[in-house]
């Protein structure tokens, strides 16, 4: 295997075992377990979103965008989208109550871990916005980090040789 390949295998382990413990902690009430745990799990999905696109020479937003509405990849780019504004916009993950500034909490509607409902503005994001609220949005924690894990898997590259 090359080192692209396992890079890829070692990061697609990486999101599974994030995921594993974001659905574990989503069972207690300890509400920094959960935000730590998914703080993880969306760096794991980045870095398989970047394990991806990067060997395969895919740069830019509108070219990621359109590889990922055609085979099902939606919710990787909702997290990534999320991922990227809890980075560069100092989302926190540490405050405790509600919804706060978090990009999840306490469902308003019964027990549970959700992601909180956002709204992003930026053009060149609204795609990406849209499958937030579409495929992230209010939905438990670990759902949608699943489904960027059941894509990732899906696009597993071959070994060579």
Same mark, same amino acid.
């Given at each position: ?9 070692? &990061? ?16 207690? +009430? ?11 799990? /969306?760096?794991?999905? =980045?870095?398989?979103?970047?394990? =991806? ?7 830019? *937003? #509108? ?11 939606? #919710?990787?780019?909702?997290? &990534? ?5 809890? *980075? ?11 919804? &706060? +500034? ?19 503005? +930026? ?13 992230? &949005?209010?939905? /438990?924690?670990?759902?949608?980090? +699943? ?15």
């Amino acid at each position: 295997m090359d080192g692209t390949c396992e890079y890829y295998l070692l &990061s697609l382990r990486a999101l599974e075992l994030a995921v594993q413990r974001v659905k574990e902690t989503c069972k207690g +009430d300890d509400i920094e377990a959960a935000a730590i745990e998914a703080h993880f799990a /969306l760096h794991a999905v =980045y870095d398989l979103h970047e394990a =991806y696109f990067q060997p395969r020479g895919i740069h830019g *937003t #509108a070219a990621k965008d359109k590889i990922l509405a055609a085979t099902g990849g939606q #919710a990787v780019g909702a997290l &990534s989208l999320a991922r990227g504004k809890r *980075t560069h916009e100092l989302v926190t993950f540490l405050r405790t109550g509600g919804f &706060s +500034d978090r990009p999840y909490g306490m469902g308003p509607y019964g027990p549970g871990w959700i992601w909180k409902e956002h709204y992003w503005t +930026d053009p060149k994001l609204q795609q990406r916005a849209a499958w937030y609220q579409n495929r992230v &949005s209010r939905r /438990l924690l670990w759902a949608p980090l +699943d489904e960027a894990w059941m894509w990732f898997f899906a696009q597993c590259p071959q070994e060579n040789g």
